[in-house]
């Protein structure tokens, strides 16, 4: 792939976005870093998840348009602008009907 991270690199990526997206935090939380919770590795868990693209390149001419730091930026800025979306889903209201034109 183009764009191996780190699972602790993706999540400082993260708490970055969050604090140039949205400057005020929640009451206590001076820094986004400063809510990641360290845990016990898993049996088996991956250090980091890598794609092999060149497959995919060399057959179809398939390049990626997006950075992982361009698509991380669009995914979390979608989240932020999408709140209702989201909330419905964690409290389970969401249905998975389909939403807006389908078309």
Same mark, same amino acid.
């Given at each position: $792939? =183009?764009?191996?991270?780190?699972?602790? %690199?993706?999540?400082? *990526? +993260?708490?970055? !976005? +969050? %604090?140039?997206l949205?400057?005020n935090?929640?009451? $206590?939380?001076?820094?986004?870093?400063? !809510?990641? *919770?360290?845990?016990?590795?898993r049996? $088996? =868990?991956?250090?980091?998840?890598?794609?092999?693209?060149?497959?995919? #390149?060399?057959? !179809? $001419?398939?390049?990626p &348009? &997006? *950075?992982? #730091?361009?698509?991380i930026?669009?995914t979390? %800025?979608?989240? +932020? =602008?999408? =709140? #209702?979306?989201?909330?419905?889903? +964690?409290?389970?209201?969401?249905?998975? %009907?389909? !939403?807006? *034109?389908?078309?």
């Amino acid at each position: $792939g =183009h764009n191996e991270k780190a699972n602790i %690199e993706v999540v400082n *990526t +993260l708490c970055a !976005l +969050l %604090e140039e997206l949205v400057p005020n935090k929640p009451a $206590g939380v001076a820094h986004y870093a400063d !809510l990641i *919770t360290y845990v016990k590795d898993r049996p $088996g =868990h991956d250090v980091r998840y890598a794609i092999d693209a060149s497959k995919i #390149e060399r057959e !179809l $001419g398939w390049k990626p &348009e &997006e *950075t992982f #730091e361009s698509g991380i930026r669009k995914t979390v %800025e979608w989240y +932020l =602008h999408n =709140h #209702e979306w989201w909330s419905r889903v +964690l409290d389970g209201s969401y249905s998975r %009907e389909r !939403l807006g *034109t389908g078309q």
